[in-house]
């Protein structure tokens, strides 16, 4: 009889692949095996030739719904003679790149069982089949199997043996297999570490957090702190001992009716809350319905539904009620996930614990996703989605590592046309934050089993992750990339694009190419180049990162810059600190310039009078968002396009003008207009703005593709309207719908970016220097 040896590329292993092979060869009687191999999931089959074509088919049309098929390749083999089909042993090695499933929320058939008081894992915290689990948080090593993970200390009982041999169970081949007489048992501890004997841990938690306690809560890929979200003390407390003051708590709850009466939920962003990825979702919310100290002046809440067992018994003991659901940590620190380690860092944040004794191999923070326009809108790409393969446009010819920035840090690597991009890392400030990026690493790598020939970072020489490239060094090329190109490439990659086009990228901060802070950028580009076609004009930035925390600074330099006044606004800071200011402006010290676009929305925001000083990341910006969003447009400021002097080449960029619009701005300010017109204005000033240069750049290049990137492209009001916008006047549109725009995304530019210089001809006389730096060109 014909035999087939079958290659099946892809996340094909933890998701149950070997099991389906097993049951589709055993349904249609062909004999031979299945097994890991590598990365990939080998089969050899054989039979009469219509069952093997019949099992070709159905082995894609019908594959486990975790699985995500890249390729299918076999060749023929001689008969063996095999009688039956079996799962052989994994075979560790091999040169196909490696996929692993993220880990994904308890399914459907899992939760009746959770909940069935005739079921033998009836309210087992920690149950999980090949459909859901853990996968990537427990994983130590690959190929998939349980003597590489973190399950491999609990021995299966007979019952859980049974199922796991037994080709018709669901938990056929399921490596973290465990039920309440073999595997992972509940505890609940004092903030001391001392055991509490509640023989209900469940029920006790509940209780307990009702009183008005705060919990840490071991999940999948860390602690949670937890606390009822309706309770104005309880909050607070947490908010005083994380020393977080401002910055939105998640929340999650029971399921969709609470959801939806805590807030309004679209169809869109039901079917967010519900997917196996289970991420924070942006709602807006409804008054009252939690404390307003879970996301002070804020219209959003960010809210989850139970992805593991144990929240799943939780939310039911505590029936209609939400819970803060927020990282384990103090402000900017790594989530907690090792029990000694969480003992020690949260017993001064939590009143006790509810944890477990199933070790968390690698730790990863919840995702953040938000609906604009119907289409999803990533904040923070971590569990659920993490380590999921982005396919991408260029071929890597060689291991790329792409090394991301400072802020919201995730790193990528490359090997083909993959790029596997890391979980959540935060932000590199912090030396617990780097250690655990540079512990990520190694670990993505051995996991993966690549070992980079090219490491790509950020053209900012102070970042750490560019500290991290030039501590590796020495015989691995280094190539650094300007952040907007790499912003740029981003989007470009994850739509599978291979063109120039236009790039509107928006943002805070960027290292540019000529040493000043980027920001408000309009480029002419792809993965091999870019020029820089226009630009916010540049206005200093006194007292450099004080001017991020202080936006009041952006906005008297940009009076400044405008030769404008503004009393009101100048009234409400010291006069002191107004001095000092203007003195740096005049004298040129420690007054970088910039283009940001993000330091604008700052200026506008303290000019209005919505907030002279943040407490967290954008928060100026945001709350000149939400001001504007239920605002009727009602016009919009003036803005000038200087022109470079003819016949200069290379052609230097259009200098965007936003005295005029300052100059608008203070004049509202100064008549009393309201603040809300005022943001609603100042929108509508930025999407006239970005259709008018596009509009420019387009007759001098052809070029009717526009990407749009960059943090500021989280706010829903610019996204939402300036799509449309430039889609009415014959743009074809693309933004970030796979990896967030902001610098969480980075890495996947830096990554495709390399790929493609890498490819060059010249690729070998540029990598025996051992840097490049990709400036304008």
Not at 578 to 593: G, M, Y
């Amino acid at each position: 009889m014909p035999r087939r040896v079958i290659t099946v590329c892809g996340v094909v292993q933890g998701v149950g692949f070997r099991p389906f092979a097993h049951e589709l060869a055993s349904r249609l009687r062909l004999a031979g095996f299945v097994r890991n191999q590598g990365g990939n999931v080998v089969i050899e089959v054989e039979g009469q030739a219509p069952a093997l074509d019949r099992f070709m088919v159905e082995l894609s049309r019908q594959a486990p719904p975790l699985a995500r098929i890249e390729n299918v390749r076999w060749l023929p083999k001689a008969e063996q003679g095999d009688r039956r089909f079996t799962i052989e042993p994994s075979i560790v090695g091999g040169f196909e790149p490696v996929s692993i499933s993220p880990d994904i929320a308890t399914c459907v058939r899992c939760l009746a069982e959770l909940v069935d008081p005739s079921d033998r894992r009836f309210c087992y915290a920690l149950l999980n089949c090949t459909h859901c689990g853990p996968r990537l948080t427990i994983i130590t090593a690959a190929p998939y199997d349980r003597a590489r993970t973190t399950m491999a200390a609990f021995a299966m009982c007979p019952a859980c043996r049974f199922e796991y041999e037994d080709p018709a169970n669901r938990r056929f081949h399921a490596q973290p297999i465990a039920c309440a007489e073999c595997g992972p048992q509940l505890a609940v501890l004092d903030a001391s570490g001392t055991l509490i004997d509640t023989g209900q841990p469940v029920k006790f938690t509940a209780s307990v957090l009702l009183s008005g306690k705060i919990a840490a809560l071991k999940g999948l890929g860390g602690y949670h702190l937890a606390c009822d979200a309706r309770s104005s003390p309880a909050v607070g407390e947490l908010r005083r001992r994380k020393s977080r003051d401002a910055k939105p708590f998640a929340i999650m709850v029971r399921d969709l009716a609470v959801a939806r009466r805590i807030c309004d939920v679209s169809a869109h962003e039901e079917e967010l809350l519900g997917a196996a990825a289970r991420p924070i979702v942006l709602l807006r919310r409804r008054p009252g319905a939690v404390a307003e100290e879970v996301a002070p002046l804020n219209p959003y809440l960010g809210v989850m539904l139970p992805y593991a067992p144990l929240h799943h018994l939780l939310l039911t003991a505590v029936g209609d009620v939400p819970l803060v659901m927020t990282s384990g940590n103090s402000s900017d620190e790594p989530i907690a996930y090792d029990d000694r380690d969480a003992l020690e860092r949260l017993q001064t944040l939590a009143d006790f614990f509810l944890t477990h004794n199933r070790p968390i191999h690698l730790p990863c923070d919840d995702s953040v996703v938000r609906s604009i326009a119907g289409r999803t809108s990533p904040i923070r790409r971590s569990r659920g989605y993490a380590p999921l393969p982005i396919s991408i446009p260029v071929r890597c010819p060689r291991p790329i590592l792409a090394l991301g920035g400072q802020l919201k840090a995730t790193f990528a690597l490359g090997r083909d046309h993959q790029a596997i991009l890391s979980h959540h890392l935060g932000d590199l400030d912090d030396y617990a934050a780097f250690r655990a990026y540079g512990d990520s690493v190694a670990h993505y790598q051995r996991l993966f089993a690549t070992e980079p020939e090219l490491i790509v970072h950020d053209l900012h020489p102070d970042y750490a992750s560019t500290r991290y490239a030039q501590k590796r060094g020495g015989s691995v090329a280094r190539l650094a990339v300007q952040h907007h190109h790499a912003h740029l490439a981003s989007c470009l990659a994850e739509h599978g694009l291979n063109e120039s086009v236009i790039g509107v990228i928006f943002d805070g901060t960027g290292f540019g190419a000529d040493g000043a802070v980027w920001g408000g950028e309009f480029l002419v580009g792809d993965y091999c180049g870019y020029r820089r076609a226009a630009h916010l004009r540049y206005v200093p930035m006194p007292g450099g990162d004080q001017a991020i925390r202080e936006p009041w600074r952006m906005a008297l330099a940009h009076l400044i810059d405008a030769g404008v006044e503004c009393d009101p606004f100048t009234r409400n800071i010291p006069p002191r600190a107004v001095d000092t200011v203007r003195s740096l402006i005049a004298k040129r010290f420690n007054t970088q310039p910039t283009s940001s676009a993000g330091r604008l929305f700052d200026a506008v925001a303290a000019l209005a009078g919505t907030r002279s000083r943040v407490e967290y990341e954008g928060q100026a910006a945001m709350e000149l968002e939400w001001l504007a969003t239920d605002v009727e447009p009602d016009g919009s400021y003036s803005f000038h396009l200087l022109e470079p002097t003819a016949g200069r080449a290379p052609r230097p960029p259009v200098e965007v003008d936003t005295r005029p619009l300052i100059a608008g701005v203070a004049d509202d300010v100064r008549r009393g207009r309201a603040p809300a017109s005022i943001a609603r204005r100042f929108h509508s000033t930025v999407v006239e703005m970005i259709v008018h240069v596009c509009g420019r750049i387009r007759e001098q290049t052809g070029l009717d593709a526009v990407a749009l990137s960059g943090g500021v492209f989280m706010n829903a009001l610019l996204l939402s309207e300036i799509v449309p916008r430039l889609e009415q006047v014959g743009f074809r549109v693309y933004r970030h719908e796979q990896v967030p725009p902001n610098d969480g995304g980075l890495c996947l530019g830096q990554l495709v970016i390399a790929a493609a210089h890498a490819s060059r001809d010249n690729a070998p006389a540029a990598a025996a220097s051992g840097f490049s730096a990709l400036g304008d060109s």
